[in-house]
């Protein structure tokens, strides 16, 4: 049976590590609760940015702008938006299956978080490009991202511009998602998207119907406003998506904690009961000499 003092020992280290799970659990929580709040403030703005550009699709051509344009080519650049820091499960692991699934196999990538572009770095793929993003997500950390994207895909560099990021569902639920951002398709540019925080179908009927017959007047034309309207679209994207990133990692790192926190209770539980176990065993062990000696002295 192991000696009381090293139990003693384990049981202080299984404490000092359970309050520091306890701290990055609630510091996680904190950090989340405002990441979601900035995906609820935003959904306004998108729900009235799909309205525009549902009436704009149809008083415009089908691929009448160079974003909208689909090629024939298949080079494809891929922004892939991780974690800064671990201790968030498997999230990060499951993201570069998704990646892996989904890319091409001459794929190249721009990277937001160092744990994949880590990963990606040492399979001998090509990083074209690497940013950092504060926390809280500010829009303008994803203006420069957008137009580095936006400014690779007119130039004839790349014929396809896709994004992989963890999708925030719920504190236990984030899903790895692979979205097409360029080009943009026509079919689908007003769909609601999870990532953009407005829902998960396609615009209902009736507010199709009421975006296209709302009485817009474009100046200088609706392909002008277009013109000005889809860089806009590209920023908003990228910001919901580094936003909906960012809200995964931190439930998840929330989660984790509290899983090692549980666990580390519960190993302080089963430290204790066989520590308690060694000290009355040797309690009865000191009993046992002591009468055997009161027995000899008879």
């Given at each position: 049976?192991a ?19 306890k ?45 909208l ?30 990646v ?10 721009v ?10 770095g ?7 490009a ?19 994207l ?20 719920s ?8 979205v ?20 998960t ?35 908003f ?18 989660v ?42 008879e």
């Amino acid at each position: 049976m192991a000696n009381l003092r090293d139990i003693r020992r384990r049981i202080k280290s299984v404490k000092s590590t359970a309050q520091i799970t306890k701290a990055m659990e609630l510091v996680s929580a904190a950090k989340m609760k405002k990441a979601q709040n900035q995906a609820l403030a935003g959904r306004d703005y998108a729900d009235k940015l799909n309205n525009v550009l549902v009436n704009l699709k149809e008083n415009t051509e089908e691929e009448s702008h160079p974003l909208l344009a689909k090629r024939d080519g298949s080079k494809e650049l891929m922004l892939v938006i991780s974690t800064g820091r671990g201790l968030c499960g498997g999230l990060n692991t499951n993201l570069y299956k998704a990646v892996c699934r989904d890319a091409s196999d001459d794929a190249e990538y721009v990277t937001v978080g160092k744990k994949l572009r880590q990963t990606i770095g040492k399979t001998g793929k090509k990083i074209v490009a690497d940013w950092e993003v504060a926390d809280p997500v500010p829009f303008n950390d994803a203006k420069p991202i957008a137009k580095f994207l936006t400014e690779k895909f007119l130039s004839g560099e790349y014929d396809k511009i896709s994004v992989a990021f963890n999708n925030f569902v719920s504190t236990l639920t984030q899903t790895p998602t692979v979205v097409q951002l360029l080009p943009i398709s026509a079919s689908g540019l007003a769909e609601k998207q999870d990532y953009e925080g407005v829902g998960t179908d396609e615009i209902g009927e009736t507010d199709k119907a009421a975006a296209m017959n709302s009485d817009y007047e474009f100046e200088p034309n609706a392909d002008g406003v277009l013109d000005k309207l889809l860089p806009l679209y590209i920023n908003f994207q990228i910001y919901q998506m580094l936003v909906e990133a960012r809200a995964s990692e931190h439930s998840a790192r929330m989660v984790s904690m509290k899983a090692a926190t549980d666990n580390a209770k519960g190993m302080i539980k089963d430290l204790t009961l066989e520590y308690n176990k060694a000290r009355q065993a040797a309690i009865t062990a000191e009993l046992l000499e002591i009468t055997t000696a009161m027995k000899a002295m008879e």
